[in-house]
């Protein structure tokens, strides 16, 4: 086990919501490179965060998250705001402020619900693409801004075709790929697609010309 010097405060929770992946990215990150294991995504307002373990990333994930964590939270929040709602004008001040903060965060579990959802049918992660491409389709749930900006910037460019060599650009637009495997041997043999590539016609040789000084 190798233990990793850390500065860390007495308001842990605190330090995990704001300062934890910063520093992690910064010690994951090497020349241009930058691949942290330890993704967070969380609501808008980073009030409620899940941690995922990019090694254990599998087409299942996102469904994991939202069953066994984003729904039990938000029922717990929508309980909690209920009770209070029927309270009524017996509401104290401090009620209210509770309530106000429950209905906020209610609203965030269910974008940050209905954004995984959204995603989760066609994310098929594969280890060989990489860190930054394998978090590429997931920029909108992270909060940390340079992170999100490379993501987002990282997505836009598998939009674009430029990242057709990966396992997530097949899972995404296997049709557009596939076409391309035709003419591209090396994206056909990076797919395992090599039957669909069409070696070109040879080209005819250029007839050679009479040598200089050559006689009519």
């Known amino acids: 086990m190798t233990r990793v010097q850390a500065p860390v405060p007495a308001d842990l929770r ?24 330890y993704w967070p995504l969380a609501t808008s307002s980073g009030s ?27 029922k717990q929040v929508t309980q909690q705001a209920t009770t209070l709602r029927t309270k009524a004008s017996a509401r104290t001040r401090d009620e209210d402020r509770t309530l106000e903060t ?20 066609d994310y098929h992660p594969n280890h060989d693409d990489g860190v930054q491409i394998t978090a590429a389709p997931l920029w909108p749930l992270f909060r940390h801004k340079p992170w999100q900006k490379l993501l ?29 495997c035709k ?3 090396s994206l056909a043999i990076a797919h395992d697609l090599e039957q669909l590539y069409i070696e070109p016609p040879a080209k005819p040789a250029k007839p050679r010309g009479r040598k200089k000084g050559a006689a009519a």
């Open 48 to 74: 409620y965060t899940l941690w995922l373990y990019y090694p254990s990333l599998t087409s299942q994930t996102l469904y994991t998250a939202v069953n066994d964590f984003v729904e039990p939270k938000l």
């Open 183 to 185: 003419t591209d041997k």
């Open 102 to 121: 429950l209905l906020t965060l209610e609203a965030e579990l269910i974008e940050l619900r209905d954004t995984m959802l959204r995603i989760a049918p």
């Open 152 to 180: 987002k910037d990282t997505w836009a460019k598998l939009e674009n075709g430029d990242y057709d060599w990966a396992h997530l650009a097949m899972a995404y637009w296997p049709d557009e790929v596939r076409e391309k």
């Open 14 to 37: 605190r330090w995990l919501q704001r300062e934890f992946f910063p520093f992690h990215l910064q010690r994951y990150s090497k020349s241009r490179r930058k691949a942290p294991i």
